[in-house]
């Protein structure tokens, strides 16, 4: 009368697709990183293992603790340290471009600061002759100034610049193309749009503080203050601009010149800790085996073998 008993395919867990490592595991053996390798059953004991394909040594899927109190603390200790570096990498790096955007807008007003001098000078010869700079007459004099028209005297925008400024920041680029490489090593868990995203957040802190130098500009007391509230401004956020292409230059180039510098210097063996510079970009670390029909990814879905597995 019964239905002929048919294999529950579903449960039976020798019929499951086998699971692959996940995350970074080092072999005991060898030190090659079993990540992304098969997890295979072991018939005699019924337990999960995890072969190594570079010397053969098993090893259990269950990790033990290896080592003792003074080693997690050692642990702790380093990641302290870890944040630490990190907190100041990014004071230095929001130091660098508030100290190169600052001194952008300082050089580029340089020109500007002397046809101001020139032409106070000589309104002030004509208003009491013999007088010299005072910072109230200065401002009775800037008062009466029309910018636009100065800027228009002066051949337009491109006569106020000081292009010195905008020359010096060609080498000076380097030195946030530096920082976004170190920043592209050290955020090693961020893809490019979390990158690019931080870069972005460095830039606007930067901006920010760099800003603050305005305050000393709103009321000018002085050709050189006179001089860089008009040129200072436009000529920091240009090179704020020109600077975070810069930062995000050198933020996608970091991780493939490790990379490269991984594969230059580190036999394959010693490579293993640093695979994750391969696998947060979806790429497979040189020298792992790829079971054939396999995705390149180590990370992505187990592949479901032939007709036995279970549908749905
Ligand atoms: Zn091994």
Known sequence: ???????????????????????????????????????????????????????????????????????????????????????????????????LGIATGEIASQSLQNTLWTAYTAWQEQQTPGSSYNPTSFQAWWSEQDVDAMVAASGGWRGVFDLEAFIMLIPLSLVPLGFGVLWGIALFRQRRTGL?????????????????????????????????????????????????????????????????????????????????LWTTDGRTPPGMICPRGWPRDPLGPTPVSGGDAPSK
Do not use: K
Not at 11 to 38: H, M
Not at 84 to 92: D, F, Q, S, T
């Open 196 to 276: 690019l995203v931080w870069g972005a957040i460095v830039m606007a802190v930067s901006t920010a503080i760099s800003c603050l130098s305005y305050l000393d500009w709103i009321a000018p007391t002085s050709p050189w203050t006179a001089a860089r509230s008009v040129a200072g401004p436009p000529s920091q956020f240009a090179a704020m601009a020109y600077m975070t292409l810069s930062l995000w230059t050198g933020l996608l180039l970091g991780r493939p010149i490790a990379r490269g510098l991984v594969r230059l210097f580190l036999p394959p063996r010693l490579r293993g800790p640093l695979a994750i």
């Open 1 to 99: 009368m019964s239905a002929p008993p048919t294999p529950d395919v579903a449960n039976d867990r020798s019929t499951l697709p086998p699971g692959r490592v996940l995350g970074d595991r080092l072999c005991t053996s060898c030190g090659y990183n079993l990540i992304g390798q098969t997890i295979q059953r072991e018939p005699h004991y019924d337990l999960f293992i995890i072969r190594c394909p570079e010397c053969g040594a098993v090893a259990a899927t269950q990790e033990y603790p290896l080592v003792g109190r003074w080693a997690f603390r050692l642990g702790m200790l380093c990641a302290a340290l870890w944040i630490m570096i990190m907190v100041a990498l990014w004071a230095g790096t929001t130091g660098a471009f508030v100290g």
